[in-house]
C-alpha cells in the first residue's frame, strides 16, 4: 500500500490451480497453497536470510523445475497475508506454460507493513517493522489521537518524523534504511506547512469542530499523510537495500549452482522496486534472470533512463539495468491508481524540492509534473525505444524479447492494489516465454 490508502474492487478470484502444502523457510506448513513446488523466501531489515534458502531453489532445479516465478509483495503486515496473495496471484499458472515447461514458485517475505484506511496508524504494525522505533511511534499516535491546535504540537511531530526517519535536522540520513536515500523535504520544511499541504491534497473538509478549535486541528488529518509518507519513505529504501543485497546475491549463488534455471523477477508496488534494485545486485556477466514484470510499481518513471528529460546530466537510479535481464523488462501501470498518481507525485516532489509554497506544490500537481511520475501509473519514460502495449495487444500478441516495455493495464487494475487477475498472471507467463 502506498499513499492515500483506496479500498480496490473485489478481483475475481481465478479458479485454484493445483492445491498443495508447501513450506516456509522456517518449516511450517503453508495450507491451501495454489501451486507446487512452492518455496518463501525470507530477508530481515538487514537483507539477509536464513542459510540454505539458495540451495533449496537449486535442489527444485535438480528435481526438473525450469522455470522459477518469484514474487515480492509491496506492503504487507504479515508473512501471512504475503502467502495469501501470492496464493491467489499464482493460481491461474499451472495452466499458462506451454509443454515442456516445469515451473516452480517462490513468494519473497521482507518486513514490511500495512498502512491501513483507519483514523489512527495501527500502532502494532509500526512497531512490529520498526521495534526500535516503539517510543517515537507511541508518541507520534498520541500526538495524532489528540490532534492539538498550537504549534509546538507539530514542531514536536516533525521531530518525531525525522527521528522515524533516521534523519537529522541538516537533511542527512543516519544509517538507517534511507542511507544513501535522497531526504524528503517535507521532513526538514515547517511541519504546519507540510501538514496543511497534505490535508488541501486529500481534499478534507473542515468540520465545524475543527472551525471551533481553530484551523491547525484540521492540518492533523493531513498530518496522518506525512506520517504515511514518512513510513513509505523507510520501507523504500528498505524494499530496494532487500532487493540489492538480500535477493540479488541469492540469485547469483543460484545461478552459480544451476546456471540453467530461469528465473522470473514479479513485484507489486514496492516489491516491484525490491524486484528492480534486485538488478543492481549481479555482477556483470551473471545473467539469472529471463523477465522481471512490474505490477504498479512505486518508483520513479525515469529510474532506467541514461538521462533525465529535466537534467540530462543525471541518470535513473536503475540505468541500463535491462540489459542485465535476457528478456523483457515489463511494466503495467493504470490511470486508476490513484496512490501512484496523487500522493506519489506529491511525496516525490517534496522529496526534492522544498523551497516552493504548499500552493505551488499543489499547482504542480495539478499540472502532472512529470518529473515526479511513477512507473506504475504511466509506464516507463525516456528509454528511448520502448514499445507501449494494451493489456489486450500482449494477450493477444506476446512481448518483445527483449528491453524495457509499458503495458497499460487500466482494464483490469482499477486501484493500487488491485492486481490479483488473471490476466496479469498471464502476462508474467507471456514475458517469461519472451525471456526464453
Known amino acids: 500500500m502506498l499513499g492515500v490508502s483506496r479500498r480496490p474492487r473485489t478481483a475475481e478470484r481465478a479458479p485454484t490451480g493445483v492445491a498443495a502444502a508447501s513450506t516456509r523457510r522456517d518449516g511450517r506448513a503453508v ?9 518463501e ?10 542459510p540454505g534458502q539458495a540451495a533449496e531453489l537449486v535442489a527444485l532445479a535438480r528435481r526438473g523445475v525450469t522455470d522459477l516465478v518469484v514474487f515480492a509483495h509491496g506492503w504487507n503486515n504479515t508473512p501471512s497475508g504475503a502467502t495469501r496473495l501470492y496464493s ?16 516452480g514458485y517462490a513468494g519473497v517475505v521482507w518486513p514490511s507493513m500495512m498502512f491501513t484506511d483507519e483514523p489512527l496508524p495501527d500502532y502494532r504494525a509500526l512497531v512490529t517493522v520498526l521495534p526500535e522505533k516503539e517510543r517515537v511511534v507511541a508518541r ?9 491546535a498550537r504549534e509546538e504540537a507539530f514542531a514536536e511531530f ?16 543516519a544509517g538507517g534504511p534511507g542511507a544513501g536515500e535522497p531526504v524528503p523535504a517535507f521532513l526538514l520544511a515547517d511541519p504546519v506547512g507540510v501538514c496543511a499541504l497534505f490535508t488541501e491534497a486529500l481534499g478534507e ?36 537495500r532487500v532487493g ?67 537534467d540530462p546530466g543525471r541518470s535513473g537510479s536503475l540505468r541500463d539495468m535491462q540489459l542485465r535481464v535476457r528478456g523483457p523488462v515489463v511494466a503495467c501501470h493504470s490511470r486508476h491508481d490513484a496512490a501512484l498518481g496523487v500522493m506519489y507525485p506529491l511525496a516525490s516532489r517534496l522529496a526534492n524540492d522544498s523551497e516552493s509554497a504548499a500552493a505551488d506544490a499543489l499547482g504542480r500537481l495539478a499540472a502532472r509534473d512529470p518529473r515526479w511520475g511513477a512507473i506504475g501509473y504511466d509506464g516507463v519514460q525516456a528509454v528511448p525505444g520502448t514499445p507501449a502495449r494494451t493489456l489486450a ?16 493495464a487500466a482494464g483490469v487494475v482499477r486501484a493500487h492494489s488491485d492486481v490479483v487477475h488473471a490476466e496479469l498472471a498471464r502476462v508474467v507467463v507471456s514475458a517469461a516465454a519472451a525471456g526464453r
Open 140 to 148: 507520534l499516535t498520541e500526538l495524532l489521537g489528540l490532534a492539538p
Open 41 to 50: 523466501l525470507t530477508f530481515d531489515q538487514d537483507c539477509d536470510g536464513p
Open 244 to 310: 540489492e543485497y538480500g535477493l540479488g546475491p541469492l540469485l547469483v549463488e543460484v545461478a552459480r549452482a544451476a546456471p540453467g534455471l530461469r528465473v522470473h523477477l514479479a513485484g507489486h508496488s514496492m516489491g516491484a522496486r525490491l524486484v528492480a534494485y534486485a538488478l543492481r545486485g549481479l555482477p556483470p556477466g551473471v545473467r539469472p534472470v529471463s523477465s522481471v514484470t512490474l505490477l504498479q510499481g512505486a518508483f520513479s518513471h525515469y529510474a532506467f533512463a541514461a538521462r533525465l528529460p529535466h
Open 88 to 103: 491467489d496471484f499464482f493460481a491461474p499458472f499451472p495452466g499458462l506454460f506451454p509443454a515442456g515447461v516445469e515451473a
Open 393 to 408: 495487444e500482449v494477450l493477444r500478441e506476446g512481448l518483445p524479447g527483449s528491453g524495457c516495455v509499458s503495458v497499460d
Open 205 to 240: 473538509p473542515e468540520t465545524g469542530e475543527e472551525a471551533l478549535g481553530g484551523g491547525l486541528r484540521r492540518y492533523w488529518k493531513g498530518a496522518r499523510e506525512a506520517l504515511r509518507q514518512a513510513t513509505y519513505y523507510v520501507m523504500k529504501a528498505r524494499a530496494g
Open 158 to 173: 516533525g521531530a518525531l518524523l525525522r527521528d522515524l526517519a533516521d534523519v537529522d535536522r541538516e537533511g542527512v540520513a
Open 31 to 39: 495450507t491451501g497453497m495454489s501451486v507446487e513446488p512452492y518455496r
